[in-house]
């Protein structure tokens, strides 16, 4: 077994740091504005083990730098838990969602299939799932934390007044855009709960992890995989898998790119562990890999800090977490979760221009060399056919809150469109056949 690429990739590491410790630790924080505001709202919600997440986001953080050597992020399933959040799912449910995605993306790896799911799956049926995903998001948001704020109660520090400051910096963010928001916003909320907890003698205290297993009930199997596991499949395979490798590839040329396949794996592999013990299902993200490099992270050394920082506070403060969490204020948590929906509408944007990648052509597999930027001309009516396609997976995902309905929603848009081409080749092959008979 050949080792020089590892060690290649751990030298880089230290380098790396060695020069620019300052910009790989306040890299290291980037993703969290999508990691923390999700994993919070779900172990409020009893839905997964914050210990668990923390120590097993931890651990994959430490072997993805290590391995990968670049600010590979671990992030949540946004559409597993979108769909969580708005139906409060149970332990059993969001597991059984995470283990589906993970054999499945097993499966798809191991056999090639994973290339190929992703050059067959119409990049607006992505779209739709993500934008859908972050609709989801901010519903939830809104109607389940924000909406039963008042003017000044629950709290001096949880009302409406706090909820409209929030939000009125996050629209300042989307000027300034190297300031940590989310950041920023969380230490502000934890320093409420802080006090709140104080004020109700209710601190925080050493509790070592107790580790347990989740056994998703038949129902629950059923109800993760068809409500939320589903839907997140073609957007994993796409957004924190293909995509992630190209970004990549286009961020930190001087880097070893990641090949599909390795990422696959290591999707596969955190969700086929972690779910078991109550762990928020987790992937790598296009989107977190973006934040940590415009905070400054270059190497896969800033994740490993992080990951550090994660196992320590699993480790040592485990579930005792959970009843300052139950503090924090929702109207910080709020903005916070929409925030991070917002960060997926905005995947919308690209879906007629060159920035989608069935758009794009490039010059080369992920070799990192220079690449060609080249998007077909779309008529009218194919935008018009793309964005329906995309608005349709969106409608249904948001109207009947389930995932699946959208993404087999969408295909049949997308398939629809596709048939009268298909009927005028069947008649086209049809009719040489009879001309050469007679």
């Known amino acids: ?57 931890g651990i994959f953080n430490i072997l993805t730098g290590l391995f990968f050597g670049i600010p590979l992020p671990v992030q949540p399933m946004k ?99 190297r300031v940590p928001y989310a950041l920023a916003l969380f230490v502000v909320g934890l320093v409420f709960a802080i006090i709140r907890s104080a004020l109700a003698a209710d601190l925080p205290s050493l509790a070592f992890w107790r580790p347990f297993v989740v056994i998703p009930t038949p129902s629950e199997w059923l109800h993760g995989i068809t409500s939320a596991g589903v839907g997140q499949i073609p957007l994993t395979t796409l957004n924190s898998i293909v995509a992630v490798v190209h970004l990549a590839v286009d961020l930190l040329p001087e880097t070893r790119p990641p090949a599909i396949t390795s990422i696959g794996l290591s999707v596969a592999a955190m969700n086929l562990v972690g779910c078991w013990f109550g762990a928020m299902p987790v992937c790598h993200g296009s989107g977190g890999l973006a934040a940590q490099y415009r905070f400054g992270a270059r190497s ?75 998007g077909p001309m779309l008529s009218e009516e194919d935008r018009k056919r793309r964005w329906t396609v995309m608005m349709v997976t969106v409608g249904l995902l948001v109207g009947f809150k389930n995932d699946a309905i959208g993404f087999v929603a969408g295909m049949l848009c997308h398939w629809a469109y596709q048939l009268p081409e298909v009927v005028q080749k069947l008649r086209a092959r049809w009719q040489e056949g009879r001309v050469q008979l007679s």
Request: aromatic share 8%; hydrophobic share 50%.
């Open 79 to 177: 559409a597993i838990a979108a769909v969580a959040i708005a139906q409060h799912f149970s332990h059993g449910s969001i597991a059984a969602a995470g283990i589906f995605v993970g054999a499945c993306i097993l499966i798809f790896s191991i056999t090639g299939i994973l290339e190929w799911f992703a050059r067959v799956i119409p990049i607006p049926v992505i779209k739709g799932i993500q934008i859908g995903a972050g609709l989801s998001l901010i519903i939830a948001s809104c109607g389940q934390m924000l909406s039963r704020l008042g003017w000044l109660h629950p709290s001096w520090a949880d009302n409406r007044l706090w909820a409209i400051v929030a939000f009125v910096l996050l629209l300042g963010s989307n000027i300034y855009r």
């Open 300 to 374: 896969g050394a800033s994740v490993v800090i992080l990951g550090g920082l994660k196992l320590v506070i699993g480790v040592f403060l485990g579930e005792s977490l959970v009843g300052l969490l139950k503090r924090f204020p929702s109207a910080l948590l709020g903005v916070m979760v929409i925030a991070a929906g917002l960060e997926l509408l905005s995947v919308g944007e690209s879906l007629n221009t060159t920035g989608a990648r069935d758009l794009s052509k490039l010059t080369h597999g992920m070799t990192g060399e220079l690449m060609e930027n080249i």
């Open 1 to 57: 077994m050949n080792l020089q690429p590892y060690r290649d990739t751990l030298s880089y590491n230290l380098n790396t740091f060695r020069q620019h410790y300052v910009s790989e630790i306040a890299g290291s924080l980037g993703d969290l504005g999508t990691f923390l505001p999700i994993a919070i709202a779900l172990a409020v919600n009893d839905t997964i083990s914050l210990s668990s997440t923390l120590i097993f986001s």
